[in-house]
T-cell receptor, first 116, second 111 residues
Framework: DTGVSQDPRHKITKRGQNVTFRCDPI?????LYWYRQTLGQGPEFLTY????????KSRLLSDRFSAERPKGSFSTLEIQRTEQGDSAMYLC??????????????FGPGTRLTVL | GNSVTQMEGPVTLSEEAFLTINCTYT??????LFWYVQYPGEGLQLLLK?????DKGSNKGFEATYRKETTSFHLEKGSVQVSDSAVYFC??????????FGAGTRLFVKA
């Protein structure tokens, strides 16, 4: 078990550019989540996948954001036309479906995005 | 809507002091409650959890009891160490799969 991994760990981009982040969950986990954390705050939910299906999206996920999990394994989060307000830590988590909603979510180290 | 409120930090303690970090919640239904810890430069780690009223979660000397009557889940440790310095997040899941986090409480432990 190598844990949840995220790539890149840091990304600096100019306003208006597109960025894409990758998350590799723990191998047997079929649920995958994306969160965003700004400085001094707790993480905020963005979206959730069960296998390859995106089942829930937060209102925080504007039209510029898109997430995919094409084969039910790794996931990507793309932000188009980045804005300075997108600067944050983007966290990925995964869990194994035990049939309930209290499955423990395991978090990756995050990708820190800075938009100049 | 669902929310979590935890005491503001930073909390500064001397080694071997008693720790309490307060956490209260608002939720519909019967939430599951969690404490996560974030050490400097690392990702969030689950510290402990409780899934129903009166359950006590414990790990690494930390404890928290799910109190439905006071909607609280306070984190305690009898004797903190310098290595416990971190940010602690109280969180809940209720009626879905997304975790709702508090703002976090930074703990500094001095030798």
């Amino acid at each position: 078990d190598t844990g949840v991994s995220q790539d890149p760990r840091h990304k600096i981009t100019k306003r208006g550019q597109n960025v894409t982040f990758r998350c590799d969950p723990i191998s047997e986990h079929n649920r995958l989540y994306w969160y965003r954390q700004t400085l001094g705050q707790g993480p905020e939910f963005l979206t959730y996948f069960q296998n390859e299906a995106q089942l829930e999206k937060s209102r925080l996920l504007s039209d510029r954001f898109s997430a995919e999990r094409p084969k039910g394994s790794f996931s990507t989060l793309e932000i188009q036309r980045t804005e300075q307000g997108d600067s944050a830590m983007y966290l990925c988590a995964s869990s194994y479906d035990t049939g309930g909603s209290t499955d423990t979510q395991y978090f990756g180290p995050g990708t820190r995005l800075t938009v100049l | 809507g669902n929310s979590v409120t935890q005491m503001e930090g930073p909390v500064t303690l001397s080694e071997e002091a008693f720790l309490t970090i307060n956490c209260t919640y608002t939720a519909t239904g019967y939430p599951s409650l969690f404490w996560y810890v974030q050490y400097p430069g690392e990702g969030l780690q689950l510290l402990l959890k409780a899934t129903k009223a009166d359950d006590k979660g414990s790990n690494k000397g930390f404890e928290a009891t799910y109190r439905k009557e006071t909607t609280s889940f306070h984190l305690e440790k009898g004797s903190v160490q310098v290595s416990d310095s971190a940010v602690y997040f109280c969180a809940l899941i209720s009626g879905g799969f997304k975790t709702i986090f508090g703002a976090g409480t930074r703990l500094f432990v001095k030798a």
